[in-house]
């Protein structure tokens, strides 16, 4: 049990640093990347831009993963026609269009949707935003269900608090069999990472302890299913280690009591570098 926990908080710790910690898991072999640029967009758009320029390089490239990105406000602009491979020079003009985004306009969610879904590359769209569209948000998912792409849709959320936005962005995901990312923002990711390098890890994982490492609750599906795997792993080792511990008890012999857990050195020593692009 302590093999798999440290495995799933070597994921956690994944999950909340460098461009994951925004945009989450990139899980397909072909992508557009649809950007909200609208006027809402100015207070994140700096770490939105360099977080993207950071996904190019750290995970798209090196996973050979094809993508398009697709800006959209007033209109929509596409970064080229439709996804290809990560070249080096179609990575640095990339790199380069990103760079050079503004935030400005209206919010044009279904124009930016029927766009993104047209591309004959992508497998699926990521749709990267702070808020709902200007258009009702039935009209919305009313749109994409009519277009019937076989694409997926994941939403990606970059605010925090807009139940009606949540919602909407939960809704669309699940209509394509997408899934929904919460940025976690950045104090807080730093922190939470900083107390699983710090933390003494056997102790941690006991949810009695007063050592016990505390799991936030995460609106976002990666974060929030790892981390009920992780509670659900906790209270089947507290489990084994009172029976354990009644079995050492009551047999009374040397051979039992050495099977009471004995710390670290249960704990199987992973290098968190060693974790993939995806987080495994």
Avoid at 4 to 19: D, K, M, T
Avoid at 79 to 94: G, H, N, W
Avoid at 139 to 152: C, N, P, T, W, Y
Avoid at 209 to 235: Q, T, V
Wanted: aromatic share 6%; glycine share 6%.
């Amino acid at each position: 049990t302590l093999y798999v926990i440290s495995r799933y908080l070597s994921r956690w710790r994944w999950l909340l640093l460098g461009p994951h910690r925004v945009f989450g898991t990139i899980l397909e072999p072909a992508i557009v990347l649809c950007v909200d640029t609208s006027g809402s967009m100015v207070t994140v758009m700096e770490e939105m831009k360099r977080e993207l320029i950071a996904l190019i390089w750290t995970v798209l490239k090196p996973n050979n993963i094809k993508f398009n990105i697709l800006q959209f406000a007033i209109v929509v602009t596409k970064f080229q026609e439709e996804a290809s491979d990560p070249t080096l020079d179609m990575c640095k003009a990339a790199a380069k269009f990103v760079g050079e985004l503004q935030a400005g306009g209206n919010t044009c969610t279904i124009d930016a949707l029927n766009a993104a879904l047209s591309d004959s590359e992508a497998v699926a769209t990521y749709l990267i935003t702070d808020g709902k569209p200007d258009t009702s948000c039935k009209a919305v998912l009313d749109k994409v269900a009519s277009i019937g792409s076989r694409q997926k849709i994941h939403t990606i959320f970059l605010s925090q608090g807009d139940k009606e936005a949540i919602s909407f962005l939960k809704k669309l995901r699940k209509e394509t069999g997408g899934r929904y990312h919460c940025c976690v923002e950045g104090f807080e990711g730093n922190v939470v990472s900083h107390q699983l390098l710090s933390s003494d890890l056997p102790a941690s994982l006991q949810g009695d302890s007063e050592k016990s490492l505390e799991i936030p609750d995460y609106s976002g599906d990666d974060l929030r299913l790892l981390s009920r795997e992780i509670k659900r792993a906790r209270r089947f080792m507290a489990n084994s280690q009172k029976y354990r511990d009644l079995l050492a008890v009551h047999s009374g012999t040397q051979e039992m009591a050495n099977l009471k857990l004995q710390g670290a050195e249960m704990v199987p020593k992973i290098n968190p570098d060693a974790v993939s692009a995806f987080g495994v």
